[in-house]
């Protein structure tokens, strides 16, 4: 069973439509994040949640919103895609006991054209 | 300046050879963790093992142990016996203090195991 899970797994989209990708959690935890990820940049902060209704931006927001109107769904969405937006986009939570580790899904892969 | 800095864009190494990573840090917040993540060409990212800025020992986890030198800001994966399960991308990641706005990710090392 998936602590968390992503939907949708991929998608293609055209250039200047809005698209909502959802990051959904099992585990009651307090912390959600977004990453993208992109040849030769690692990983990067989009936007995170610090709680129901509690989000701020990360490294590369521009272009991007968020929501999180309960604990177990963050919401990512693009009002307007653009082809700089093609990527593979990450969610991952955590909460803060102990380890402070950092769960991943598996990943949403958007193509904009 | 870049945060987590991995030299190694790619790395061929023979089977059963062990292997070391190689990941450099840079923050002034005293509290912090460093972590590997494996991540094959499924795509999807797997935890190998963490280490704490406080912690005394290198963390080991199975045939994974990172290197840390605290003082040379760095945490070097090393991976003994290699195997051809191995091969994969592999991020170094850090978070700074509570660690709640997320991890610092580098721009991760191809590892490529060889039979």
């Known amino acids: 069973d998936a602590g968390i899970t992503q939907s949708p797994r991929h998608k293609v989209t055209e250039t200047g439509t809005p698209v909502t990708l959802r990051c959904h959690q099992t585990?009651?935890?307090?912390?959600m994040y977004w990453y993208r990820q992109d040849p030769g940049h690692g990983l990067r902060l989009i936007h995170y949640?610090?709680?129901?209704?509690?989000?701020d931006k990360g490294e590369v927001s521009d272009g991007y919103s968020v929501s999180r109107s309960k604990t177990e769904d963050f919401l990512l969405t693009l009002e307007s895609a653009t082809s700089s937006q093609t990527s593979v986009y990450f969610c991952?939570?955590?909460?803060?006991?102990?380890?402070?580790?950092?769960?991943f899904g598996s990943g949403t892969r958007l193509t904009v054209v | 300046a870049q945060k987590i800095t991995q030299t190694q864009p790619g790395m061929f190494v023979q089977e059963k050879e062990a292997v070391t990573l190689d990941c450099t840090y840079d923050?002034?917040?005293?509290?912090?963790?460093l972590f590997w993540y494996k991540q094959p060409s499924s795509g999807e990212m797997i935890f190998l093992i963490y280490?704490?800025?406080?912690?005394?020992q290198n963390a080991t986890e199975g045939r994974y142990s990172l290197n840390f030198q605290k003082a040379r800001k760095s945490a070097n994966l090393v991976i003994s016996a290699s195997q051809l399960g191995d091969s994969a991308m592999y991020f170094c990641?850090?978070?700074?203090?509570?660690?709640?706005?997320?991890?610092?990710f580098g721009k991760g090392t191809h590892l490529i195991i060889q039979p």
């Open positions: 991952a939570i955590s909460e803060f006991q102990g380890f402070d580790g950092y769960t």
């Open positions: 585990e009651n935890h307090r912390y």
């Open positions: 949640s610090y709680g129901v209704k509690d989000t």
């Open positions: 923050t002034s917040d005293p509290s912090y963790g």
């Open positions: 280490q704490g800025s406080y912690d005394q």
């Open positions: 990641a850090m978070r700074e203090g509570r660690g709640a706005d997320g991890l610092t």
